[in-house]
């Protein structure tokens, strides 16, 4: 049974995010757990606005969220409704880093599902302030950023970002591993560098033991130029090749963060077009939690 995080603001953009989760994971047992937190934020924008009462009470604002919850609940399972699959919801005034850690905590969850825009509305940042937020906090689960009115296709070709210079550990890609075997996908390496170069020891070496834990799924290395902005560069790459989920490691000097820091994305912006699988830096440990990924074929 796997157990996936899908916060929601009752915006379209989290409804989206949540018809994507139900459609990767239609043939996986799960339980889902929907949560909203009722905190202020900046501005709010409810598909449910015409129903809900706004007031500003401590429990005018949490009968809002349980309502709200009840009312999204009832739309997803309109849009699908699997007897594998198990939903829980949760209303909580805590700040939504908190409480995703919590329910991480407790639940042994092993995904946070979540749109790229959200209630903010902001056009010019990267990604949305409160997906940032929750990736800067979230340091022990992978997080799936969906973005603003993407419609599913199946992850049949994967893109992982790596510079190469760093030995990655198999729990670590062990969720990019299982939804390639699971949607029989084709997985694009690609090495962002500013001179296209021989690689050197370490990187040939870290290569080689990626390629080890693919295994038989089909791999292959691609070494692009960064275009003078590693985000740019990825965004050509991932058009270019119709990658349909791009997947990058959360660690210092890694790639995210080159792209959460370029001043160019409060201008023209890298605007996230296809899901980004935000991945942990575990290290060696937790080697046995994400084997709970299953292919989809066994159900």
Same mark, same amino acid.
Request: hydrophobic share 40%; charged share 20%.
């Given at each position: 049974m796997k157990h996936i995080i899908l916060p929601?603001? #009752? $915006?379209? %953009?989290a409804l989206n995010a949540c018809k994507y989760a139900l459609k990767l994971l239609e043939k996986e047992r799960c339980t889902f757990h929907i949560v909203n937190?009722?905190? &202020?934020? *900046? $501005?709010?924008?409810s598909i449910y606005s @015409?129903? /809900?009462d706004m007031g500003t009470s401590d429990n005018i604002n949490a009968l809002n969220s349980q309502k709200g919850l +009840? *009312? =999204?609940? %009832? !739309?997803?399972?309109? !849009? +699908?409704?699997? &007897?594998?699959? #198990? #939903?829980k919801t949760i209303s $909580? &005034?805590? /700040? /939504?880093?908190n409480e995703i850690k919590r329910l991480i905590n407790d639940t042994k969850s092993e995904l946070v599902i979540m749109g790229t825009k959200g209630a903010s509305g902001l056009k010019e940042v990267f990604m949305g302030s409160t997906t940032v937020n929750v990736i800067k906090s979230v340091k022990s689960c992978p997080i799936l950023a969906i973005p603003e009115n993407f419609d599913f296709k199946a992850p049949? *070709? !994967?893109? =992982? @970002?790596?510079d190469l210079y760093r030995f990655y550990s198999q729990s670590e890609l062990q969720l990019v591993l299982e939804l390639a075997k699971t949607f029989k996908s084709t997985i694009r390496i690609v090495n962002v560098t500013e001179e296209k170069a021989p690689l050197l020891n370490i990187q040939k070496f870290n290569l080689r033991s990626i390629q080890k834990y693919f295994g038989d799924i089909p791999n292959y290395l691609h070494i692009v130029s960064t275009e003078n902005s590693v985000s740019k560069a990825l965004e050509s790459f991932a058009k270019k090749l119709d990658i349909h989920l791009l997947a990058l490691l959360n660690c210092p000097k890694g790639y995210l963060e080159k792209i959460k820091t370029e001043p160019i994305l409060r201008k023209v912006a890298f605007h996230t077009k296809i899901p980004l699988l935000i991945i942990p830096e575990l290290g060696m440990s937790n080697s046995t939690k994400s084997n709970n990924w299953v292919s989809a074929t066994s159900i």
């Open positions: 929601t603001d #009752f $915006s379209e %953009n937190c009722y905190v &202020p934020l *900046e $501005s709010y924008h @015409a129903t /809900l +009840q *009312e =999204f609940l %009832n !739309i997803l399972k309109d !849009i +699908q409704n699997r &007897p594998w699959h #198990f #939903f $909580s &005034p805590r /700040l /939504l880093n049949m *070709e !994967i893109g =992982f @970002a790596t």
